[in-house]
């Protein structure tokens, strides 16, 4: 089986808690036994999660030779100018390693997400903006690292898209069995 789940703030992608954590885990959603994440989103990231109690899916979602392209929103701190948009598209030298090139958009009128608890903190002399992120790899904290490279920091992050495969209006905490064409939408 294949499971999409919007997953929350503040939640790990993994079914066991970390020793001291504050965070909670996929434990906490009903979620069938056997199943396992497929990739990980942060605890403080958000959006589409993809699980599966099939062998092999998780090498041929996450291997980059099969390049998924997963689109992330990104509320980021003050507006971004088209040279820093387009220095994040051509990739960026994060110290460690180089991002791969992506597609990146400027998300105007922002979107509509639903709220998170807590919110984001909110400065009224600072303005914020949307960004779509799509990468085909996914490397630890890869999106909040490129856009702090080019000094705009992530405030909130969410992935909206695997393959084609959209998280649509899923709620935060909900769960869903993907169907024969909705797998199709992931895998292509």
């Not at 979602?61 to 990104?74: G, K, Q, S, T, V």
């Not at 400065?123 to 903006?129: E, F, H, I, L, Y």
Request: proline share 11%; aromatic share 6%; with cysteine.
């Amino acid at each position: 089986m294949l499971l999409a789940l919007h997953k929350p703030y503040g939640v790990l992608s993994q079914f066991t808690p970390e020793p001291g954590s504050r965070w909670g885990t996929l434990a906490d959603f009903g979620l069938p036994p056997g199943v396992y994440a497929l990739g990980r989103l942060d605890a403080d990231s958000e959006g589409l999660l993809l699980l599966s109690d099939e062998p092999g899916l998780n090498s041929r979602l996450l291997d980059p030779e099969h390049a998924h392209p997963r689109e992330y929103w990104a509320q980021v701190e003050r507006l971004p100018a088209e040279a820093d948009l387009a220095r994040l598209a051509r990739g960026i030298d994060l110290g460690d390693y180089r991002t791969q090139p992506c597609r990146v958009t400027r998300l105007e009128p922002a979107p509509v997400v639903p709220p998170r608890d807590p919110p984001i903190r909110a400065r009224k002399s600072v303005p914020d903006c949307w960004l779509s992120l799509e990468l085909t790899e996914g490397k630890n904290r890869q999106v909040r690292r490129m856009t702090a490279a080019i000094g705009h920091p992530t405030l909130r992050l969410l992935r909206v898209r695997i393959g084609a495969y959209e998280l649509g209006r899923l709620a935060p905490g909900k769960w869903q069995e993907l169907s024969a064409p909705e797998r199709r939408l992931v895998f292509g």
